[in-house]
């Protein structure tokens, strides 16, 4: 039996005496254990997913993300979308208010170059660079979720501070939508103060809506 369907079945524990810290060393570890077929095989029933997602039916600009670190791939669902004239943009580290995303036009041929993190990103100076609220959509990683809507992320609070302004302007914010493999899903995370509510979560299993 495969990995997949095997041992990623089950919830982490998050009753068990794991710090945040911890369960996030445990999740990522679990998805970089994926083969190749593996992420291929999550990849294009996460397209599938986000096609049936209404927060995505009349979107027509929309953040995404390159995988790394094992995340689940959105870029099946990419090439799916651009065929109905969807735009898509990448985040990139602003250089001056630290801590928070711009977001730049993303096609093929774009030049991309390694931030400090080590993840590619098209070059701030280039000029061309939508605001978060002019976007109509956000797709984002998670390291773990729950139906809730609690979420674990890498712990930068990049889209935490970039889209704070939708807590008081909910109708400029535009439909934050996190991403996953369903094996992620543990059973009750704890949301913090400062978490921007997502609308819905997609993996490569189902669709959860939260908001």
């Known amino acids: 039996m495969s990995r997949f369907t095997d041992s990623h079945s089950s919830f982490v524990n998050?009753?068990?005496?794991?710090?945040?810290?911890?369960?996030?060393?445990?999740?990522?570890?679990?998805?970089r254990q994926l083969s190749l077929r593996e992420q291929q095989q999550a990849?294009?029933?996460?397209?599938?997913?986000?096609?049936?997602?209404?927060?995505?039916?009349?979107?027509r600009h929309i953040a995404i993300y390159l995988p790394n670190d094992g995340e689940i791939d959105p870029r099946p669902y990419m090439a799916m979308a651009r065929r109905r004239g969807v735009h898509f943009y990448l985040p990139v580290l602003h250089?001056?208010?630290?801590?928070?995303?711009?977001?730049s036009p993303y096609t093929n041929e774009v030049k991309l170059t390694a931030n400090r993190f080590g993840i590619p990103e098209p070059c701030f100076s280039n000029g061309l660079r939508r605001p978060p609220w002019a976007l109509d959509a956000v797709l984002f990683p998670l390291v773990g979720f729950d139906e809730t809507g609690g979420r674990l992320g890498m712990g930068g609070g990049f889209y935490d501070r970039t889209f704070a302004f939708s807590r008081q302007r909910p109708r400029l914010a535009p439909k934050l939508i996190g991403l996953a493999h369903d094996f992620q899903k543990v059973s009750r995370l704890p949301t913090e103060p400062w978490d921007v509510p997502l609308h819905s979560i997609v993996t490569d299993k189902q669709v959860y809506r939260v908001r």
């Open 95 to 103: 250089p001056i208010h630290r801590g928070r995303l711009v977001f």
């Open 43 to 59: 990849s294009l029933s996460l397209a599938l997913n986000l096609t049936k997602n209404q927060d995505l039916h009349r979107a």
């Open 14 to 31: 998050p009753d068990a005496p794991l710090s945040r810290r911890e369960l996030r060393k445990q999740l990522r570890h679990k998805r």
